[in-house]
């Protein structure tokens, strides 16, 4: 059964650093892996989409990497404002022939002014 | 703003009460999801409308009823919830459903709180 885990829960860094969150898969037998991130009280947003055949995608200054044989995915935000405060989440395709998304808890960001 | 739309944002019930949630998607997309999302724990699937027909059922308690009258529709019908039940309700859809390519979109959710 695949689980997704994401450490850290949450992270609070001062504003300007680089920094990666981490997502890992027991299953490495996915079809691709989506980040998205969601603001407080508010919906979410696909930020990137990795299909299993790519290493990374990136989109501004995010990047996303995916390593299937290791089952890890990282989110790579580069000179990170207060705007990207939010929670980012990943999530896989599960392999119940129904696709359904399997998430993860999510990591909570905060950038410091 | 997304192209999925939510109402109410905010409803606040008691354990007697019967309310409703709205979904509207205004994607031609042809699925709909209901997830439920509550604090620190991982999205929940509840329902699957793929073509106004329900798919998956994931276990949910019946004072949940889903309904689709249309493939832009979602409304998801509450009745003798429970504090528990107390959490941020989150409707999604994509253009297929049952496809390792799935992209779903989503509403910007409906905070429920029952007293």
């Known amino acids: 059964k695949q689980e997704v885990t994401q450490i850290p829960a949450a992270l609070s860094v001062p504003e300007g650093e680089n920094l990666v969150l981490n997502c890992s898969f027991t299953?490495?037998?996915?079809?691709?892996l989506q980040w998205f991130r969601q603001d407080p009280g508010k919906g979410l947003t696909s930020l990137l989409l990795?299909?299993?055949s790519q290493r990374e995608q990136t989109s501004g200054r995010l990047n996303a990497s995916l390593d299937k044989s290791s089952g890890r995915s990282t989110l790579y935000i580069a000179a990170s404002q207060p705007g990207d405060s939010a929670t980012y989440l990943c999530?896989?395709?599960?392999?119940?022939?129904?696709?359904?998304?399997?998430w993860g808890a999510g990591t909570k960001l905060i950038i410091k002014p | 703003e997304t192209g999925v739309t939510q109402t109410p944002r905010h409803l606040v019930m008691g354990m007697t009460n019967k309310k409703s949630l709205k979904c509207e998607q205004h994607?031609?997309?042809?699925?709909m999801y209901w997830y439920k999302q509550s604090a620190k724990k991982p999205l929940e699937l509840m329902f699957v409308?793929?073509?106004?027909?329900?798919?998956e059922n994931n276990s949910v308690p019946s004072r949940f009823s889903p309904e689709c009258p249309n493939s832009s529709h979602l409304f998801l019908h509450l009745h003798t919830l429970q504090p528990e039940d107390s959490a941020l309700y989150l409707c999604?859809?994509?253009?297929?459903f049952g496809s390792g390519a799935n992209v779903l979109t989503f509403g910007a959710g409906s905070r429920l709180t029952v007293l």
């Open positions: 999604a859809s994509s253009q297929v």
């Open positions: 994607l031609g997309h042809n699925a």
């Open positions: 409308y793929n073509f106004k027909e329900q798919t």
């Open positions: 299953d490495s037998a996915i079809y691709n």
């Open positions: 990795i299909q299993s």
């Open positions: 999530a896989v395709p599960g392999r119940d022939g129904n696709y359904q998304l399997i």
